[in-house]
């Protein structure tokens, strides 16, 4: 009876007879990286990006102690975002000797959604003040519904039009605060 069990779980066990995917087969993302390499990534883009940030700030007007001008609070997080870009490019070099060995862990980067959603945001500025805020965030919103949350195209833009009736309302209404409208 146990020569039998063991003949059947044998011819029960799933054989593995797939090959290895050949190159051309392969997908393009994600990537597999390492994470000591990726933490180093991020923080090398994250400071390039605060970088850029305080050099921009500093040709703005910093203003006095008492009354901080425009260009104050984007220095301060331009010099903040270096400062923690650092502390993650340090915790990820360390990080990985504390390990105690030389083997890196795997790290997948690249992610479709989350190269869908960066492009969204960089759409943004640039169509900003071409098709005004209402139109511009409406568009976003509708593409990381679509694209991102999987909802139907039809209730993406209705909830996209609510969303917008409510940052007009807010922003226009409450605030008092008119944003471009674009050429309509």
Known sequence: ????????????????????EPASQRHLLPR????????????????????????????????????????FFPLLLGAL??????????????????????KDEPLEVGHVQVLITFAALLAVPLLFELLGAYITLGLMSV???????????????????VGMAACWYLFGELLGVRLPIGPF
Do not use: Y
């Not at 069990?5 to 290895?20: L, R, W």
């Not at 933490?39 to 009354?67: P, R």
């Not at 990381?144 to 909830?159: K, Q, T």
């Open 32 to 71: 597999v990286i390492g994470a000591r390499r990726g933490s180093l990534l991020a923080a090398g883009a994250l400071a390039l990006i605060g970088l850029i940030f305080a050099w921009q700030a500093s040709l703005l007007d910093l203003g006095q102690i008492g009354l901080p001008g425009p260009g």
């Open 81 to 102: 975002l270096v400062v923690f870009a650092a502390g993650i490019a340090i915790e990820g070099r360390l990080g990985s000797s504390k390990l105690g060995s030389s």
């Open 143 to 161: 593409v990381l519904l679509v694209f991102i949350a999987r909802v139907s195209v039809l209730l993406a833009i209705v909830c996209s039009a």
């Open 1 to 20: 009876m146990a020569d039998q069990a063991s003949v059947t779980d044998h011819a029960s066990a799933p054989q593995n007879t797939t090959a290895p």
